[in-house]
């Protein structure tokens, strides 16, 4: 993905999207860790939307909500965030699995739509903690 050398010029660092582990041993790291963290996809499909918007496409369920407007994306958004409140009373975790991912995506497509990042949704929660 990119490469960086530090300020002193004895050390780089390389970010990659590695396609299974990337230490010798066969280990996901070199240093025994494991990454299991699935969030990173989150900025993977935060791409996908603003592609979906820049170039949209008849096929693009995405596409069509950004042609409906703002109003319909945030509509969609209220709409998954009751289903997940009704899921939430029951005990099956597929339908809650499902209906918290629904929710989750139409919630990056609201701020794409709206033209804010998430980062600056975390900058918040941020600076909420730090109080």
Known sequence: V???VDCDGDAI???????????HTG???????ENSSKT???DQLR???????????DQSYTASLFAKGINKVAQKVGEEAVEIVIEAKD?????FLGEAADLLFHYLVLLEA???ELDEVM????ERHKK
Do not use: H
């Open 123 to 126: 900058e918040v929660l941020i």
């Open 114 to 116: 709206k033209g804010y």
């Open 13 to 23: 660092l390389v970010k990659a999207n590695p396609q299974g582990p990337v230490c």
């Open 2 to 4: 990119s490469m960086a």
């Open 91 to 95: 005990d099956n975790k597929e339908l």
């Open 40 to 42: 990173g996809f989150i």
């Open 47 to 57: 791409a996908i939307i603003k592609d979906r918007k820049n170039n949209p496409s």
């Open 27 to 33: 280990s996901d790291t070199c240093w025994n860790e």
